[in-house]
């Protein structure tokens, strides 16, 4: 039951990971918006907007 959360959240932070790799800051120095876009573009569910334009798409 946990496994969908977990793989979520570990696509969050390896996206995070490879973003501040990318833009040689730290974790908390993140452009959260630029996280944000790169998450929905790679299918993630970010939050309820995202779903409904997800649920549209189909």
């Keep these: 039951m946990v496994?969908?959360?977990?793989?979520a959240m570990g696509e969050g932070a390896g996206t995070a990971a490879a973003q501040s790799i990318a833009d040689d800051v730290a974790?908390?120095?993140?452009?959260?918006a630029t996280l944000r876009s790169s998450l929905i573009e790679q299918g993630?569910?970010?939050d309820f907007n995202n779903v409904?334009?997800?649920a549209a798409e189909s």
């Excluded at 974790?27 to 959260?32: E, H, K, N, T, V």
């Design 3 to 7: 496994a969908r959360d977990c793989m």
């Design 27 to 32: 974790i908390p120095d993140l452009d959260y």
């Design 44 to 46: 993630a569910i970010v």
């Design 52 to 54: 409904a334009a997800l």
